[in-house]
Structure formats: structure tokens, C-alpha cells
């Protein structure tokens, strides 16, 4: 039985938490034009948002008939490293959103397609570091990525609870397809850089019950479901 209010949030981290999809995206298509992979920052960021690198890599050496080196993953770290030290930073409205979760001493967690290394990166460099340690789940920790359930799953697993108890916050179709696929609730979100015009229409196709703007709009929807507000558009028959 589905609760109105969940008990867990789990936050997706890059285009949620923090405006790196873009950035990555630029550096992505940059390393990959090297090695005769022409693909702009614009296809990344729309194709591959949410998806695990080693996925998407896998993916452009089958349609461009290319090999990249072993050592593709090796160089690629220090270039995005790089430009995340330069350009990076959190989302409106998330430090808000957090604080006000612990006053509610309500559960949350990060849950990310990317590796470990560059997960723990992104949040000590932002200052989100200590807002989820030590609840930060990565994809390497699981047998398939997004749109796969299985990094949802370990991550409610982890935190002790049932999926039908926790709600995911994702920008990516992908993402939303895994929480979907999880038997758990979804907002959607499209406050960052990368985002188009229609990914809103997008993530309510994939399955998610709301999308907001703001990340600060999250606390009206958590309002709205204490009071059974908002409990049919948010999916609460998965």
C-alpha cells in the first residue's frame, strides 16, 4: 500500500543537484570528435542525459564503426575535471529544499549514473558532500544502469525502504523510466542548462506524476501530498 507522503526521496545528482549536464556534454563531445566521433554538446546533452558513460560510449563506437581507446575513461576524467573546477555549481533552490528536508527530518539519498570518483567530486566540490554522506549511490554499485530500476532499488535497499515508499527527482527520461520501472513515484525537473523546451512533455511521457521548474517547488508538492492534494497525479498506483 502506497503512503501519500513518501518516506524517502532519492535525488538523480548531475542536472538535479548540480548544472554539470551541459558542461559534460561539452567535453564529452570535444574527447569523442578526437577520436572520429562527431557528435554536438546539444545530441549529448539530449541522448545520453541520465545514461552511464560507458553505456553511451559503447553505444557511438557502434554507430560510428569506431574503437576508442582502453584508456578513453582515463583521459576524459582530468578534461572534465577540469572544466567542472571552472564552471560548476549547485541549482537554485537545492540548498533550500535540503535544509528545510532535515527541519522535516524527512530521509533523502543520491542516486547517479556516474562513478564514484566523479560523484564524490561533484558533491564535496559543490558543498553537498556532507548534505548525503554516507547515502550516495552510484551506478558501479549495480548490474545495469538507467533506464534500468536496479540503481533505485539498491538505494531504497540501502536506506530500508520499500519502493512503493520513496520518491525519485529526475530530469532525464531515463531516470524516470528506472524510477517507473522501480514502482516509484516521480517528479520530474527541468531548472537546468541543458534543458529544451519540451523535456517537461517529455518526462510527464516517461512517467513522471509532476515537473517542476524550480527545485523549490518540490516542498509545495511534499505539502500538497500531506494533505492528499496531489496524490492522483503523483502516481500513487504505480
Not at 135 to 149: D, L, W
Not at 160 to 187: K, L, N, T
Amino acid at each position: 500500500m502506497m503512503r501519500n507522503i513518501p518516506l524517502l526521496l532519492i535525488f538523480d545528482c548531475d542536472g538535479v543537484l548540480v548544472d554539470s549536464e551541459y558542461i559534460s556534454a561539452k567535453v564529452q563531445s570535444a574527447a569523442l570528435a578526437d577520436h572520429g566521433i562527431a557528435i554536438s554538446p546539444d545530441e549529448v546533452a539530449r541522448r545520453f542525459s541520465g545514461i552511464p558513460d560507458a553505456d553511451m560510449w559503447a553505444e557511438l563506437q557502434r554507430e560510428h564503426a569506431v574503437r576508442l581507446p582502453d584508456d578513453f575513461s582515463t583521459r576524459f576524467g582530468p578534461m572534465l575535471q577540469l572544466a567542472f573546477e571552472q564552471e560548476l555549481h549547485i541549482l537554485p533552490g537545492v540548498r533550500d529544499v535540503l535544509d528545510t528536508l532535515k527541519s522535516w527530518s524527512m530521509r533523502f539519498c543520491v542516486a547517479s549514473s556516474s562513478q564514484p570518483g566523479k560523484l564524490g567530486a561533484t558533491l564535496r566540490q559543490t558543498g553537498l558532500w556532507d548534505d548525503f554522506s554516507p547515502h550516495i549511490f552510484s551506478t558501479a554499485q549495480v548490474a545495469q544502469g538507467k533506464p534500468a530500476p536496479d540503481i533505485f532499488l539498491f538505494a531504497a535497499k540501502e536506506m530500508g525502504f520499500a519502493p512503493e515508499d520513496c520518491m525519485v527527482i529526475e530530469d532525464s527520461q531515463a531516470g524516470v523510466q528506472a524510477a517507473r520501472a522501480a514502482s516509484m513515484r516521480v517528479v520530474g525537473y527541468v531548472g537546468a542548462s541543458h534543458h529544451e523546451p519540451d523535456q517537461a512533455q517529455r518526462l510527464a511521457d516517461a512517467g513522471a506524476g509532476v515537473v517542476l521548474h524550480d527545485m523549490r517547488e518540490l516542498k509545495d508538492v511534499l505539502r500538497a501530498l500531506r494533505g492528499g492534494g496531489v496524490s492522483a497525479a503523483m502516481g500513487i498506483s504505480p
